[in-house]
């Protein structure tokens, strides 16, 4: 895991007030990215999955967009 990296880099050696921020600021980025994923592997049932049909209907980032918007809408009135 890349936060491992980080957390490792902060304690190997004395580093400068900016440089532990930097590592600090990235050991949490990674962190959360992994943490994200995991969730992602958890719950893809509740995720939005593009249907097969969709790939073949290329459209452009307007109508993808419209589209989202009228299905967030039907969703929200639901």
């Known amino acids: ?3 491992a990296e980080y957390t490792a880099l902060l304690s ?5 007030p900016h440089e532990t921020s930097e ?4 050991e949490q980025t ?7 994923e995991e ?4 719950n893809i ?3 939005i999955q593009q249907r ?5 209907n290329r459209t452009g980032p307007a109508e993808k ?7 967030v809408g039907t969703a929200a009135i639901a």
Do not use: C, F, G, V
């Open 1 to 3: 895991m890349k936060a």
């Open 12 to 16: 190997n050696i004395p580093r400068s």
């Open 23 to 26: 590592l600090r600021n990235l």
């Open 30 to 36: 990674y962190t959360t990215l992994a943490e994200n």
């Open 39 to 42: 969730w992602m592997a958890i």
């Open 45 to 47: 049932d509740k995720t």
């Open 52 to 56: 097969e049909d969709d790939l073949d």
């Open 65 to 71: 967009e419209e589209h989202i918007l009228k299905w």
